[in-house]
């Protein structure tokens, strides 16, 4: 799987549209890009995934570049429920076993503020 | 009804000793998946079953056995246990292997070695 780059932390203000960003450079054209979150103490929470056109769901909207070497997850208005790690992670979409793991990396630290 | 259900939630036990975890998906899914969360927070996946068929090991110990007596059901046994066995366990469990399918986690065990 591609490696992905994200930001170590960043900050929010409630009410605010929290973007955050994904680099995966060395994407291939048969792998998708996932986002979970992992509030402290559970598990970690399926966002929202895409691989090529931007997706939106009742949680987010995933932005996918053109070339897809990177992505932003928006949450529209982020709440202090949102507070967690973020993370970015490219999966192959090939129908084999070895390929359905997820492989995650450090994530973002989304900090929301009052 | 939680969709991906763990027990136990907490487990303390003494080195040497063996224990089990169990996992349980009501969501009629084929692909269960155990993966391991220690102190440094890396999540990182250990086996995944496909139909009960193993389809990855991510080079564990042989002390620790999975076991998936049907599809909705991947238990996790672990031999001899060590202090380095400390962390928390997350089960997870997908439609298939095909990589559109997103994972979905339980609120994992955690395990304490004294």
């Known amino acids: 799987d591609a490696k992905t780059t994200q930001p170590t932390s960043m900050d929010c203000a409630e009410g605010r549209a929290a973007n955050l960003p994904c680099n995966h450079s060395?994407?291939?054209?048969?792998?998708?890009v996932y986002w979970y979150r992992q509030i402290h103490s559970q598990g970690p929470q399926y966002i929202i995934h895409?691989?090529?056109n931007n997706e939106t769901n009742e949680m987010a909207s995933l932005i996918i570049t053109e070339d897809r070497k990177s992505s932003t997850l928006i949450l529209p208005h982020a709440t202090l429920r949102d507070t967690a790690v973020y993370y970015c992670?490219?999966?192959?979409?090939?129908?084999?076993?070895?390929?359905?793991?997820?492989?995650f990396g450090t994530g973002t630290r989304l900090q929301v503020t009052l | 009804d939680t969709a991906v259900s763990q027990t136990p939630k907490y487990l303390v036990t003494q080195m040497g000793n063996d224990k089990s975890i169990k996992c349980e998906q009501n969501?009629?899914?084929?692909?269960m998946y155990w993966y391991k969360q220690d102190s440094k927070k890396f999540l990182k996946i250990m086996f995944s079953?496909?139909?009960?068929?193993?389809?990855i090991n991510e080079t564990v110990p042989n002390r620790f056995s999975p076991k998936s007596p049907d599809k909705a059901h991947l238990n996790l046994h672990i031999n001899s246990l060590e202090l380095g066995d400390s962390a928390v366990y997350f089960c997870a469990s997908s439609q298939d292997v095909r990589g559109g399918q997103p994972q979905h986690f339980g609120d994992g065990t955690r395990l304490s070695i004294l």
């Open positions: 895409g691989l090529k």
């Open positions: 969501l009629g899914h084929d692909t």
């Open positions: 060395t994407i291939s054209g048969n792998e998708y």
């Open positions: 079953y496909n139909n009960k068929e193993l389809i």
């Open positions: 992670i490219v999966r192959a979409s090939l129908n084999t076993g070895t390929a359905s793991k997820l492989t």
